[in-house]
Every structure is written in structure tokens, then in C-alpha cells.
């Protein structure tokens, strides 16, 4: 992701914030910037906590990190996995398609793409005469670091 991309996507998210009735902050373009610069998934605890670090005299409240994180999940800026009652961690929503290895115990996320899982969904569609628009595939595990904890019985 390079700068000129970003700048395309903060146009399209001022219209946006425009557009809802929505007061363009720096706050917000912080949010947005972190999310698209960035190849992690964040809760948005995790996300407030790095911008105040990375942005110490920035004055940014949890709650806007929340509000605009739902926000830019519904203009299709951000994606999130959901964890149940543990929450979601989100992430830029403008990157090529991927899936996602989920560990169980400790939430981190791989990334990964298949070619062969892309083409026999396609072939299964097909098959079905459905037209796909989109999927999201999400694997729930065990990462390699958990299975070696003593904890974790599998």
C-alpha cells in the first residue's frame, strides 16, 4: 500500500464522512491511516493503544476509535473478524483477497491464499450456478506457539 493509494482512499473517506453527516477529525484520519499502513488485525483496544503511542499529543478517546471503526466497517474501509463475546479485530478493508487461520488461544491471525481453495470455489459455484460476489474464509486452530503450551490439551 503506498502513499498515492492512501490518498485516494482518504478522498473517498472524506465524501463519505461528508455524505453521513460526519465531522472530518484528525482523530479519524489517524484511525484510518494506522488501519491502511499497517498489515496487523487490531482490536480497537489494541489500535487506541498504538496511536497513543505512535501519537502521543493526539487527544483521542476510545469511544472514536470505536465509532469510526463501525463506520468504516460499514463504508467497506475496514473488515473485521469476529471473536464472539471476545470482540473483533479489524483490519484495512482495501487489501487483495485473503483468508484467515485463526488461533483460538491467543488470537493471532495468519493471512494466507490458496489457488487451489480460490478454484474449487469457483467450480463449486459454478456447479451451483451461483454467481460469487464474495467469501470470507476463516479457519479456527491452534497456533504452533499455543500447541506447545502446557495449557493446551488437543
Known sequence: MDKANYNEILNRFKV???EN???YTKQREVILETL????NHFTPESLYLLI?????????GIATVYRTLNFLEES???TSISFGMHGKKYEFGGKEHHDHL????????IEFL???IESRQEEI???HNYKIQSHNMQIFGVCPKCQKNKKFKG
Do not use: V
Open 16 to 18: 463519505l464522512i461528508k
Open 21 to 23: 453527516g460526519m465531522k
Open 36 to 39: 491502511f499502513f499497517s498489515n
Open 52 to 60: 497513543k503511542d505512535n501519537y502521543p499529543k493526539l487527544n483521542i
Open 76 to 78: 467497506e474501509l475496514a
Open 102 to 109: 485463526i488461533c483460538k488461544e491467543c488470537g493471532d491471525i
Open 114 to 116: 490458496d489457488d487451489i
Open 125 to 127: 459455484a459454478k456447479k
